[in-house]
């Protein structure tokens, strides 16, 4: 029975997973949203010498990034109930699009920040109410829409360095790379027409004001976790293997593609295995494998252990953000869409408070003591994996 993720309809999903049109909008929105947040890094260093920048104001466009996620997860939901999920589609996908324009275009920090700010308010807001639809359609299949969507998000990201590198390199300058994701997100604009009728169903009219259960909120710490040990590594790893094994910084960065090689293997295994086995054991495998890869990356004194435990961190952390979102959102039951907004407040949240706590730490006692706090963040990420099933599998014997 094919699954038609339509606006209007909510007919119960069959035992296969089909790939329908609105899914593959999920997949395209998803990735591109990625390849903003991957850009901003590469772009900057060009970008600083355009508008005279100091490393504070360039740091301001990765918090304005996350800032917006917040802003997303603190209001999202009530706006996409009050626009209609279709107008908040256009909305957020015509917003991205100003901000990017806003971003290319402008001539001081001011404008370059708030361009950015919107992006993360708008793909934010995309990904929200595309995820609720996705997860409203395909109920238990969620999770392999989840997966597959994070692989793709993982693709595309990794793309989007390439992408400048050889806008450059062609002598386009790097804003050639932007314009050709706006033109994809412009290419997006007609399907969303095929999303549904605008007209608002009684479900989402109707906003639902009970409390999450604990199991949703256990999740949602995982992912908290997880997404702030995922960024705290991957923006610090260079900078760790140049202090501890004393090699270039060239070195140090092709280095770094270790941990991202990890992630694609790693949500591309996911993708596979969790037709097989339960969220739950594999969040758990997840936990161990990247509490073993980052205590090599960290303690290790030799670049083959280094990398490779960088490369374990990753595989073992590429799952437990899609994982932890499809079991927090099926524990939310019907109250899909204020659980997906509080994960990206909780996305957000992590993005603004992990990396610049690391640095701040860095900076006065180093880059290994500073380390603790990822390590200590791993465990404990471990140990919540652990209560959370438990306290999902209580909740399920007493339905």
Known sequence: MSVQLQETKSDPPGNQFFRTRLIWIYYALVGLGCYIMSALGPVMPFLRTELSMNYRLVGLHFSAFAMGSVLAGTIGDRLVHKLGRVQSLWFSVGGTICGLLSFICATHPA???????????????????????????????????????????MLVGGAAPFAVSVSVSAKLGWRAAFVALILFYMATIPSLKKFGPTKQTTVERQIVEGKLPLAYWSYAMVIFLSVAAEWSTAFWSADYLVYRLSISKAAAAAAVGAFFVGMVCGRFSGSRLVRRHTASRLLTISGFISVTGFLLFWLGTNSF??????????????????????????????????????????????????????????????????????AFDLLLCLCTIVWAGSIARRRKSHI
């Not at 995820?131 to 409203?136: K, R």
């Not at 659980?339 to 006065?364: H, K, N, T």
Request: glycine letters at 8%.
């Open 111 to 153: 404008f370059t920040i708030f361009g950015i700010l919107a992006c993360g308010f708008c793909c934010s807001l995309t990904y929200q109410t595309l995820a609720t639809v996705v997860s409203e359609q395909l109920g238990e299949n969620r999770t392999l829409a989840f997966m597959e969507a994070e692989v793709v998000a």
């Open 305 to 374: 252990v280094n990398i490779s435990g960088l490369f374990l961190t990753g595989l073992g952390i590429a799952n437990m953000y899609p994982l932890s979102f499809a079991v927090a959102v099926a524990a939310a039951e019907d109250q899909a869409s204020k659980a997906i907004a509080r994960i990206s407040l909780m996305c957000g949240g992590a993005l603004l408070v992990m990396p610049l706590g690391l640095s701040f730490i860095a900076d006065r006692t180093g880059l290994f003591n500073a380390y603790y706090i990822v």
